[in-house]
């Protein structure tokens, strides 16, 4: 990825989505509002399961945002 004073692809959902080495898309939108080492922090401690992290993580930043706006709580909330 591009980081310099012109440019900083880390502010680009597709760009750092590439960049980021998760194994699914949804996984990789939470890290987006998560950020990656969150992300990393609560695959570690909970697994590689997304619904498992969204249900029962307890990260100090893990929050509104990042528990919301994943694809797993939108299927969640349609199915309701």
């Known amino acids: 990825m591009n980081v310099n004073s012109e440019v ?11 960049a980021t080495p998760m194994a699914s898309w949804p996984t990789a939108l939470t890290s987006y509002n998560h ?11 909970m697994d590689t399961d997304l619904v498992r992290i969204v249900e029962h993580y307890n990260g100090p ?20």
Do not use: C, H, K
């Open 35 to 45: 950020g990656i080492n969150g992300m990393a922090r609560a695959q570690n401690q």
């Open 61 to 80: 930043a893990f929050g509104f945002a990042s528990r919301t706006t994943t694809p797993t709580r939108w299927r969640s909330s349609a199915a309701a």
């Open 8 to 18: 900083d692809e880390r502010l680009d959902p597709v760009a750092s989505t590439y």
